[in-house]
């Protein structure tokens, strides 16, 4: 028993690690169809940048600040319990603690940077899979070393050691 138990913990542990495959739970439960896909009166069809501003500027791509989802959720779907939360974290200027879904593991000891991949044209699903038809976004691409040498190979881009490790 204490076996089965014990496998079904490091089960559970292993699936944290990796991601949940439905995607993790989020303080405020963002639905990126809703805002990339959706078409119709209340579907604003947003490009990536419009939230994740920071990415094609700077190193990171940007958790979309409170007040960038407030500016239209001033007045639009106010009704909403999602969006009551989300008011509720910009009345106290807060910000809602997001939880990741892609990153770099620490020992990959590997530098990115999404300015050059933006600027070259590079699609965001081509790295983040499908997000815009996702209602939870899920981690859906796997980005190893290898899919990452395969995709510079692919487009004729550097493989130096240094591109990547610094």
């Given at each position: ?10 089960g559970?542990l292993?699936?944290?690690a ?5 995607g ?12 990339v ?5 209340e579907?604003?069809q947003?490009?990536c940048?419009?939230c ?7 190193s990171?791509?940007?958790?979309p600040?409170i007040?960038?989802c407030?500016g239209?959720h001033?007045s639009?779907k ?6 009551q939360k ?7 200027k807060?910000q809602p603690?997001?939880k ?6 620490p020992?990959a000891?590997?530098?990115?940077t ?10 965001c699903v081509t790295?983040h ?6 209602h ?7 980005q190893?070393?290898?899919w990452?040498m395969?995709?510079?190979?692919a487009r004729n881009?550097?493989i130096d050691?240094?591109v990547?490790?610094r």
């Amino acid at each position: 028993m204490l076996v089965i138990v014990a496998i079904a913990v490091i089960g559970i542990l292993l699936l944290s690690a990796s991601g949940n495959p439905e995607g993790p739970r989020q303080p405020i439960e963002f639905d990126h169809w809703q805002h990339v896909t959706k078409e119709g009166e209340e579907a604003p069809q947003l490009e990536c940048t419009f939230c994740h501003e920071g990415v094609d500027k700077s190193s990171h791509a940007t958790i979309p600040n409170i007040t960038t989802c407030m500016g239209c959720h001033e007045s639009t779907k106010t009704e909403s319990p999602e969006v009551q939360k989300l008011a509720a974290y910009a009345e106290r200027k807060e910000q809602p603690p997001w939880k990741r879904v892609y990153w770099l593991e620490p020992d990959a000891n590997a530098y990115y940077t999404h300015k050059p991949h933006i600027r070259a044209g590079i699609d965001c699903v081509t790295c983040h899979g499908q997000i815009g038809q996702m209602h939870r976004v899920r981690r859906e691409v796997n980005q190893t070393m290898g899919w990452c040498m395969d995709c510079h190979r692919a487009r004729n881009v550097s493989i130096d050691c240094y591109v990547c490790h610094r």
